[in-house]
């Protein structure tokens, strides 16, 4: 296995933990309960602390998927093209789509490390960049050459259909959370006016 091969490993697999994560955030956000809902039963750990160490997890393997490839004789990347890749190698634009997926995580995982000092308020305002690194992270995913020959890929490759799956996964999600939240709103105000 080449180092370039490593490095989409492991991008993959940083893609699916942020997908895992993403859809365990949606369901949190539901105040979604095990024991009342599916599967009936307590989990091992609270889904909010599984998500918060998803998430974690995620970002390292993410920070070690482009730090792979400064040991590849074939990328010719340096540590700058990793940590700002405005001139990077090959697919400059792809790349930059990847730091901006990075970046936006990063700042998803401090401000939640650091969520009791900056208010509720605040935390889930920033906590929304979230779904620019989801966008971001499944076009730089789906576009980019693993090959790194700078060549359209193959969009029915399995590893490009296990990115599109996850984007529509989360796409999925995040319409049926918006309509849920709407129906909520519904109900509470249907509530308020029987009340008056
Ligand atoms: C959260 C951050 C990131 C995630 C989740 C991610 C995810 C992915 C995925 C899913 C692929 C496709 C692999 C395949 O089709 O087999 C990929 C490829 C690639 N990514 Fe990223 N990426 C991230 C950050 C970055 C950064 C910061 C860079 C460089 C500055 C980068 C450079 C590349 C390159 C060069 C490829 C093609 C070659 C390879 O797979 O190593 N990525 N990435």
């Avoid at 369901?27 to 160490?53: D, G």
């Avoid at 309509?179 to 308020?192: D, I, L, M, T, W």
Wanted: with cysteine.
């Amino acid at each position: 296995m080449s180092a370039v091969d490593l490095s989409a490993f492991t991008g993959l697999t940083a893609m699916v933990l942020l997908t895992l994560n993403i859809l365990m955030g949606l369901l949190v956000s539901t105040n979604y309960n095990s024991v009342k809902q599916w599967p009936h039963r307590k989990l091992p750990w609270p889904l909010f602390r599984i998500h918060n160490w998803t998430g974690y997890s995620a970002l390292a393997v993410a920070a070690l998927h482009p730090t792979i490839l400064l040991f590849s004789a074939t990328a010719k990347f340096h540590i700058v093209d990793v940590l700002w890749p405005l001139a990077s190698p090959g697919q400059r634009n792809y790349n930059i789509l990847g730091a901006l997926t990075f970046y936006a995580f990063a700042l998803v995982g401090v401000t939640s490390y650091f969520r009791p000092k900056l208010g509720s308020r605040t935390w889930k305002k920033l906590h929304y960049t979230a779904y620019f690194g989801a966008a971001v992270m499944y076009l730089h995913g789906t576009l980019i050459d693993q090959n790194l020959k700078g060549e359209v890929p193959d969009f029915l490759d399995g590893e490009k259909v296990l990115v599109e799956a996850c984007f529509l996964l989360v796409l999925g999600a995040s319409i049926w959370r918006a309509r849920y939240g709407s129906e909520k709103k519904r109900r509470a105000a249907a509530r308020v006016s029987e009340s008056v």
